[in-house]
């Protein structure tokens, strides 16, 4: 997907030596429950769940895919990944805002023509965290020129992320205001937009060479995802991989209190399935069935 990311804000605001107590930074959200969910599903799904929920899932997994809100969020992590890798330093040490004689930027002198970086604040192997501003390319189909630039109308991306010697802490959380983006199809592109909050969990702290497109991410969504004129609110976890185009796994929910009764439903390719307490099985969501290698396990 060819776009043009604007970072209107890349902040160190707390580093190792100083007190963060007075920095306004907002505490990361606690995803292990969520996470344990997935290693451990707890409901026992039969044809009457299913009946319950199957509609549910396969809107829910429509939206996602076709919105690739997922792929939206990444880009921009991985956009701020290349960006803090680029401003680093041969010692692992972040360096902001310095220039070489030619204002163009660098990190230390191997970055310049003639080797003289200067200027711009050192962080030694810094501990903190980041926040992030970018401006959506919104839906005009000039955002594919490379002189583009993006309009603040078109919505925004706000995250925070933790920094640890230098790499991206596991969890990435904050909001999109009214974000407007185009998702590229078939003859034509889809106007998308996604209103709300967002937690992404990375599996472990990624180091800034690492290739964030192969890891599996867990998502968790409260929110409104717009797609070709239509809404759809979203309340969901789910997990993907970017460099998987084809893969999906939604946590299903259906207990009374929150992640006390889960099972997650997967799609892979024309694969579809379940993980549930009572065993992993085929399931498709047209035939209205699952089942094993014996045949029908249960219908609805």
């Known amino acids: 997907m060819a776009r043009l990311f604007l970072l209107t804000t890349l902040s160190l605001v707390c580093t190792a030596g100083l007190s963060c107590a007075s920095l306004d930074i907002p505490p990361a959200p606690d995803l292990q429950p969520v996470l344990n969910a997935y290693e451990n599903p707890s409901a026992v799904v039969d044809g009457e769940i299913m009946g319950a929920v199957a509609d549910e899932i396969a809107e829910a997994a429509k939206e996602i895919e076709d919105s690739e809100i997922f792929e939206e969020i990444l880009d921009v992590i991985i956009e701020v990944q290349q960006e803090l890798e680029q401003s680093t330093n041969e ?32 962080f030694p192997s810094p501990n903190g965290a980041v926040q992030v501003s970018f401006i959506c390319d919104g839906w005009d189909e000039g955002q594919f020129d490379p002189d583009y630039e993006a309009d603040p109308a078109n919505g925004t991306i706000d995250l925070w992320m933790t ?60 929110g409104t995802i717009g797609f070709d004129g239509g809404d759809f609110r979203i309340n969901q976890s789910f997990r993907v991989k970017l460099a998987d185009a084809d893969g999906l796994e ?25 993980r549930a307490a009572n065993g992993t099985f085929g399931c498709s969501l047209e035939d209205m069935e699952c089942f094993d290698e014996s045949g029908t396990l249960f219908s609805w």
């Open 250 to 274: 939604i946590l299903v929910d259906i207990g009374e209190q929150p992640l006390e009764e889960t099972f997650n439903y997967f799609f892979q390719g024309t694969k579809q399935g379940l």
């Open 163 to 222: 920094l640890d010697s230098g790499g991206i802490g596991r969890v990435v959380w904050g909001t999109a205001d009214n974000c407007r983006y185009l998702v590229p199809g078939e003859g034509q592109n889809f106007q998308a937009s996604y209103n709300g909050g967002v937690a992404v969990d990375l599996g472990d702290p990624v180091p800034l060479d690492e290739d964030i497109a192969e890891l599996l991410v867990t998502f968790v969504m409260e």
């Open 91 to 122: 010692n692992g040490d972040l360096v902001l805002d310095a220039t070489c004689n030619d204002g163009s930027a660098c990190a230390d002198d191997a970055d310049c023509p003639d080797g003289t970086c200067g200027g711009g604040v050192t």
